[in-house]
């Protein structure tokens, strides 16, 4: 069974930090892209960041680009999300996503959610202005 397991989020002020973690199990996780995606009220869903397992390619979204970083723990089966220089519009709930990776897609494909077959509960972000 696939599980996805999101934690780390809560309020922070603007300007703070947060790290969110996905623990994943269930599917070849070397061979995965792993990634964050983002949901605020009333918004669509938004892709974050996402890793390339395989040979570690970063994805970012233009508007965390500087701001968020993300890691991955092949021993612990985890990705990682470092969020720096919170801004309110960051708040959302932040869901965790994996898939095959498929070298060549590009920063589109994989922010856009498409080969993420697997996805996890969220975890919600407040950002206070």
């Known amino acids: 069974e696939v599980q996805l397991q999101a934690s780390g989020g809560g309020l922070v002020q603007a300007g703070g930090s947060l790290r969110l973690s996905c623990a994943a199990s269930?599917?070849?996780?070397?061979?995965?892209?792993i990634g964050w995606f983002r949901q605020a009220p009333g918004k669509e869903r938004e892709g974050v960041s996402v890793i390339g397992n395989r040979d570690g390619t970063e994805y970012y979204a233009d508007s965390v680009k500087g701001r968020f970083t993300i890691s991955s723990d092949n021993a612990k089966n985890t990705v990682y999300l470092q969020m720096i220089s919170l801004k309110p519009e960051d708040t959302a709930v932040y869901y965790c996503?994996?898939?095959?990776?498929?070298?060549?897609?590009?920063?589109?494909?994989?922010?856009?959610?498409?080969?993420?077959?697997?996805w996890g509960k969220g975890t919600l972000v407040t950002v206070s202005s």
């Open positions: 996503a994996a898939g095959y990776f498929r070298g060549g897609r590009g920063s589109d494909y994989y922010l856009a959610g498409y080969g993420m077959h697997y």
């Open positions: 269930g599917f070849s996780f070397d061979d995965a892209a």
